[in-house]
Structure formats: structure tokens, C-alpha cells
């Protein structure tokens, strides 16, 4: 078996390959630059999507019924609120994100990127396709151009998902 170089993620989730920086599955994902690198399938274990978000932008606050999320902090710096608690993350940093646990960040550096890994015990992850499904391709590793977001589609979408919203986006920063 050969380790190839792939310019998307392999649907073949038992063929290894090798993503190299701004290459996989380019999506423009509420007001950031989402990138598909690992797809769970329906058999898989874990899904992986390499994110990159200006200053400001944060999910809300929200938790995964099933899914357990391991978040690397690739560059930038990001804070991270779980359990009641928040901390904050510079690159190299990795932050655990267990399933049930509502949680949300947000960027601070002037971008940030960070990498997102979810596994599930119960099911094939499937946070990839939730991504997906909210994003629009596009052909290049750009940031988009903000766009107003509808946060009851997000919701709906994230329910079929299991993905529970539980409060709004963060606060917007101050410059």
C-alpha cells in the first residue's frame, strides 16, 4: 500500500493519503474558509476540517450529542469557553472538546487557524457533512466576503446533525 499525495480527501476511508496545506475540500462556512480534509463516510471513526477565521468570528454557543472534538490550533490565538471555564489558545495548542459539553470560541489574533477532529463511539461523525451542507464551494483557499447568517437555518441544519445551538455568537470585538 502506497501513501499518496490526494488533492480532496479520498471517499475510501481504508486508503491512506497525504493532504498537504491549502489542499482538500475548499467551502466558504459562515463567514470563514472551512477545508474538508478527512470525510468519516458512513463507516469511518473520525472526520477533519482545517478552518481559518478572521478576528471575531466564533461559533455560539453549542455542544454535540455524539461527537467528541479535538480542536489544534495551527496559528493565531482563540478563545475557548467549555464547562463554565474559558482559557485561551495559541498556536500549537490542542483542546479537547468532549460530547455534551457546550462550548464555543473565538478568534482574537488577527486570523486564526485551527484544525477540527471529531470521532464518535455511537455513530460515524459526520460534523464534515454538517460543514458541508452550511458551506458553498469554492476553488480556492480565500476567506469569503461576510455574509448575513441566518441562525435559525444553522440551527435547523445542526439539529439534523446533532448539534444542539444554545445561545447566539460571541459578543463582537472591540478593535
Known sequence: MT??????PDTDPTMPYVLQRD???????LNHLATRKVT????????AVEFVGPRGFGPPLHSHDHEDEIIVVLDGEIVFRAGGEETIATSGAT???????????QILSPTARFTS???SRQQAPDFDVFVAELGDATDGPELPE????????VAMVGG???????GPPPVPLQN
Open 117 to 119: 477532529i471529531t470521532a
Open 146 to 153: 461576510p455574509v448575513e447568517i441566518d441562525p435559525g437555518h
Open 160 to 166: 439534523r446533525h446533532d448539534i444542539e445551538i444554545l
Open 95 to 105: 483542546v479537547f472538546l468532549p460530547h455534551g459539553v457546550p462550548h464555543s470560541f
Open 40 to 47: 468519516a463516510g458512513p463507516d469511518g471513526a473520525l472526520s
Open 23 to 29: 489542499a482538500g475540500e475548499h467551502l466558504h462556512f
Open 3 to 8: 501513501l499518496t499525495e490526494s488533492p480532496i
